[in-house]
Nanobody, 117 residues
Framework: QVQLQESGPGLVKPSQTLSLTCTVS??????????WSWIRQAPGKGLEWMGAIAYSGSLYDSPSLKSRTSISRDTAKNQFTLQLSSVTPEDTAVYYC?????????WGKGTLVTVSS
């Protein structure tokens, strides 16, 4: 039912801000009890949850990325966004948006973002 699609630049320079948008169709980001997350996977590493925004607008962040991560939403466009500041090559990863009630059981296809000069 719900479909998610990531979009944004595939290449970001070191020290700049990575910005991605997740466009949601088939459901509203304000639907009660749904959470909307950003997750990434760097080459050779496991999945890393970055943060989420709840149906109410409440924000949740990974402790390790909290200082660099900003998640927001645009309810009129049914989109939510990720901004990751001061990026380094170690931030190169496939970035996913995902949603669910309790578990993140609906995922986008992911988008590769490379941090390089």
């Amino acid at each position: 039912q719900v479909q998610l699609q990531e979009s944004g630049p595939g290449l970001v320079k070191p020290s700049q801000t990575l910005s991605l948008t997740c466009t949601v169709s088939g459901g509203s980001i304000t639907t009660n009890y749904y959470y909307w997350s950003w997750i990434r996977q760097a080459p050779g590493k496991g999945l890393e949850w970055m943060g989420a925004i709840a149906y109410s607008g409440s924000l949740y962040d990974s402790p390790s990325l909290k200082s660099r991560t900003s998640i927001s939403r645009d309810t009129a466009k049914n989109q939510f966004t990720l901004q990751l500041s001061s990026v380094t090559p170690e931030d190169t990863a496939v970035y996913y948006c995902a949603s669910g009630h309790y578990d993140m059981d609906c995922w986008g296809k992911g988008t590769l973002v490379t941090v390089s000069s």
